[in-house]
């Protein structure tokens, strides 16, 4: 539970996903805020039921769901709120409807609306292990209408319009994650190459703009032997592995 706590963790902390939103909310919640699109499909099949049966299926979340109801955080009636908890306590990763449950079907009764959802993703993890990515590819392609070919396709438009540095932070994380979700799965990995592709040559270009930084260019041209030793503080901000990658982008960029 400890790894995949702290992959939620790691996705909690991205934006710029097309078909949904991801929040953190302590250590062992993520709340992923599903876009339902232009609506549901022509032959609506509910896509979750509640687990029926079973040891899980009495495993409340730490919030109930009638107290969250009051508090009115979720008003937008085209989306759908899930929340994936990875409780140390219960060893195994359950999702929940946080809202939306009229959209999805198969909830009857409020006194359903706190079990866990039956999810294909989740009911192999006494088999294997289970990625966080694999939980939100599942609930993305069930209920985004119409159903993303890549769940995690990249609001392209928004990351344009971010400073520079911000820009740069996010498009790492990004790539990192991204490139976790390339390599673990053949058939994901097709799907997700684009964005990731993406967001590699937007980082190349942020370090193309920094080598050429009238800051950082003279230290990079200079010879050895006539740069000044650096502080401690410019050392730890310029750490050598950073500076021969820059270093190799203005090569190929000449």
Same mark, same amino acid.
């Given at each position: ?93 359950? +999702? ?43 609930? +993305? ?69 920094? +080598? ?43």
């Amino acid at each position: 539970m400890d790894s995949f706590a702290r992959e939620a963790f790691r996705l909690g902390a991205l934006r710029g996903f097309k078909h949904f939103e991801v929040e953190l909310r302590g250590r062992e919640e993520l709340l992923v805020t599903v876009h339902l699109g232009g609506g549901l499909r022509d032959s609506w099949v509910p896509p979750f039921a509640p687990l029926v049966g079973g040891e899980t299926e009495a495993l409340p979340p730490a919030s109930p769901c009638e107290r969250e109801d009051r508090s009115g955080q979720w008003n937008r009636s085209r989306d759908v709120v899930f929340l994936i908890g990875s409780y140390a306590h219960y060893a195994v990763p359950l +999702v929940w409807v946080r809202a939306g449950h009229a959209l999805l079907g198969g909830f009857h009764h409020v006194g359903s609306n706190d079990t866990p959802l039956a999810l294909a993703s989740t009911e192999v993890w006494a088999e294997r292990t289970v990625c966080v990515w694999e939980v939100v590819a599942e609930l +993305v392609t069930a209920v985004a209408c119409p159903a993303p070919s890549n769940p995690f396709e990249l609001d392209r438009d928004a990351l344009v319009g971010l400073a520079p540095v911000e820009s740069q932070l996010l498009s790492g994380a990004l790539a990192s994650y991204l490139r976790e979700v390339y390599i673990a799965s053949a058939s994901m990995g097709m799907q997700v190459e684009s964005d990731l592709m993406h967001v590699l040559e937007v980082q190349a270009g942020h370090v193309v703009s920094m +080598v050429a930084s009238p800051h950082v260019l003279p230290l990079l041209t200079a010879p050895a032997s006539s740069l000044r030793r650096l502080s401690l503080a410019e050392q730890s901000s310029s750490p050598a592995f950073y500076r021969s990658f820059a270093k190799s982008a203005l090569g190929r960029q000449r």
